[in-house]
């Protein structure tokens, strides 16, 4: 399961961190070299590698991505699509059966779209093949809070849409939630609901102002970083910087 090898990762490496691997370059070449050289350099101090547009739309996922996961695997890390789906149950199958052909473990879902005919037959197609599901629950941008912080009536008295997203994400029981790092109070929030049943995953590190430390003080298990360790001068100490978090 996704979650056993992720958890697995986590120990051996003694590291909390998922590579954001959103490598920007001017050509394909240089962008399957740069992947293979951070993952090369960075393997032993992270937990999995999280994978977004900026690499499926110019490699494409069976031309250039799929060997990117081959080589995340032979690290013995997961690899995350962070596809946010979005759509309806028919269309929703045809994305993640094609993302788990490509060898990824687990992709990430926008909870909006529901259960029937939205997610259901994303999250029976995924632990039906040991791969997870990971709901976003709250974002890290500023914009955010227009609607992730909408009070929504749900049968008793109005609450937030953040907390809804995360009494469904732990009836649904997906894999895992994603809170964003810049809004630690809110991981807090979200951890009361979830309790030890989900882990949560928090981007939006460094960059875009979240802070480790405090993330993982409200109940965040895993840290998403990007641009923070790929740009930084010296990769390899940045992500040793961070790992020194685990605990
Ligand atoms: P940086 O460079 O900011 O990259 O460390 C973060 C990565 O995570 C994605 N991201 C999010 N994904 N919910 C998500 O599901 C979020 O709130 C969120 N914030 C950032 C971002 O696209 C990038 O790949």
């Excluded at 269309?91 to 259960?115: E, H, Q």
């Excluded at 964003?180 to 609901?193: D, H, L, M, Q």
């Excluded at 030890?196 to 965040?220: H, R, T």
């Amino acid at each position: 399961m996704f979650k056993d090898k992720i958890g697995k990762a986590s120990e051996k490496n003694r590291s909390r961190i998922v590579l954001a691997l959103d490598l920007v370059e001017a050509s394909r070449e240089k962008l399957l070299r740069k992947s293979f050289s951070l993952l090369e350099n960075l393997s032993n101090l992270i937990c999995a590698v999280k994978i977004n547009r900026h690499l499926v739309l110019p490699l494409g996922l069976f031309d250039g991505v799929k060997k990117i996961v081959g080589f995340i695997h032979r690290f013995g890390l997961p690899a995350i699509m962070d596809c946010k789906i979005n759509d309806i149950g028919s269309t929703n199958l045809i994305i993640a059966k094609n993302y788990f052909r490509a060898g990824f473990d687990a992709l990430t879902v926008n909870p909006i779209i529901g259960f029937e005919d939205g997610l259901k037959p994303v999250l029976s197609l995924a632990h039906k093949n040991g791969k997870g599901v990971i709901t976003v629950v709250y974002m890290s941008h500023k914009g955010a809070k227009e609607f992730y912080e909408r009070k929504v009536l749900d049968g008793g008295k109005p609450k937030p849409q953040y907390i809804l997203f995360a009494e469904k994400s732990l009836r649904w029981k997906v894999d895992g939630v994603v809170v964003g790092a810049t809004k630690p109070r809110k991981i807090g929030e979200i951890k009361k609901v979830l309790g030890e049943k989900i882990p949560i995953y928090s981007p939006g590190i460094g960059v875009q102002g979240g802070k480790a430390e405090k993330a993982l003080k409200m109940g965040s298990s895993f840290l998403i970083v990007g641009r923070k360790i790929i740009n930084a001068k010296n990769p390899i100490k940045e992500a040793e910087r961070i790992r020194m978090l685990y605990g």
